[in-house]
């Protein structure tokens, strides 16, 4: 079994945020449920979470390595021949995905997560890139899509047709993960700003990894555009057709938890006024301590009593149209044009 590098797998390289505290705050909504609903959802956290940082060890702690072509040679043979060759079975992951979508389904009635995995194992290989550059504000969604849409798409409890809804919700995510993490990125030397944007607002992406974008009165204007309207007008595109009642229980109580994590994201970006430098030094203070509260409320009781979980206002602002979100769609439409 090929092991993930420590200075990936604990974030010692970001100094910052890491990566368990990233995964606590993911996967607290889970604690007070019961270990056999836990134990799928986070063994499929678990393979996302793994394939990205064998991707990031590769790329940043051991440039040119060979680990994650190996294993996405070995998920190639596997989706393939639907079965599991006696050369790759030290992938411990592939063992699990094996067991869980290959053997014993004839019918093949996994084949929807199958083709999701493979879309997710696909875009890992193209925006796990030491230089990448996104051009537009289409490329951008379309890696959000690929990236986290994917991943939603493969998460269990989930009907066929509720598979490419939750896909809005993967990209509404990873929208917000990548503003979350605009510090970690910049030192990494990954900017997810589309080229044309930082053009039309007259920032350059070597200001915005040098730190130095602070100084430059269009990095605000960039913000808030990004902030403000774009992010809402994504919202809308992607999340307005969803009701969380017509989801199984468990999924209502990941939106609810996730929802608030958003929420968090904003409310301490818009005080640090942009600085994404001074975000990330405060947001993972503000996360244990909301962490620590969360864990003292668990009361292990199932089911999920969905009427104080979900109810509105939080799920109806961030699913449905408020009354702002007509104008903002207009004004981002017209910047969009703009830009294009």
């Excluded at 019961?34 to 063994?43: A, C, D, G, H, T």
């Excluded at 014993?104 to 696909?122: F, K, N, S, T």
């Amino acid at each position: 079994m090929m092991k993930i590098s420590k200075e990936v797998a604990s974030s010692e390289y970001d100094a910052i945020s890491n990566d368990a505290l990233k995964d606590q705050d993911n996967g607290i909504w889970l604690a007070d449920l019961p270990k056999s609903i836990q134990s799928v959802w986070l063994e499929r956290f678990y393979w996302i979470r793994w394939v990205d940082r064998l991707a990031e060890q590769d790329q940043l702690v051991q440039p040119g390595g060979k680990q994650f072509p190996a294993f996405y040679i070995a998920w190639q043979r596997l989706r393939q021949q639907r079965y599991l060759s006696t050369s790759d079975q030290a992938w411990v992951v592939l063992q699990q995905i094996d067991a869980c979508w290959f053997q014993g389904d004839p019918d093949r009635l996994h084949q929807v997560e199958i083709d999701a995995w493979d879309c997710y194992m696909e875009a890992i290989v193209d925006y796990h890139q030491p230089t990448l550059t996104i051009t537009t504000l289409q490329d951008y969604e379309d890696m959000l899509e690929r990236l986290a849409g994917a991943c939603f798409r493969l998460l269990p409890f989930l009907e066929d047709h509720q598979r490419q809804i939750v896909n809005g919700f993967g990209v509404v995510d990873q929208f917000y993960n990548n503003l979350r993490d605009l510090y970690e990125d910049s030192r990494r030397g990954v900017c997810y700003f589309p080229k044309i944007l930082l053009d039309h607002f007259g920032v350059t992406r070597q200001e915005i990894l040098g730190l130095s974008c602070f100084k430059n009165p269009g990095y605000i204007q960039l913000m808030e555009f990004w902030v403000e309207s774009y992010l809402a007008q994504l919202r809308q595109q992607n999340l307005s057709l969803i009701s969380a009642k017509d989801f199984h229980p468990v999924w209502q109580h990941l939106m609810a938890w996730f929802i608030h994590r958003y929420t968090r994201v904003e409310e301490v970006m818009r005080a640090c006024q942009y600085n994404f430098v001074t975000f990330a030094s405060r947001y993972w203070q503000v996360v244990k301590q909301d962490l620590k509260q969360q864990m003292s409320r668990v009361n292990h009781s199932f089911p999920i009593q969905t009427q104080t979980v979900i109810e509105a206002p939080n799920l109806a602002v961030f699913f449905k149209r408020h009354p702002t979100a007509s104008r903002t769609s207009l004004k981002t439409d017209a910047l969009v044009r703009a830009i294009s």
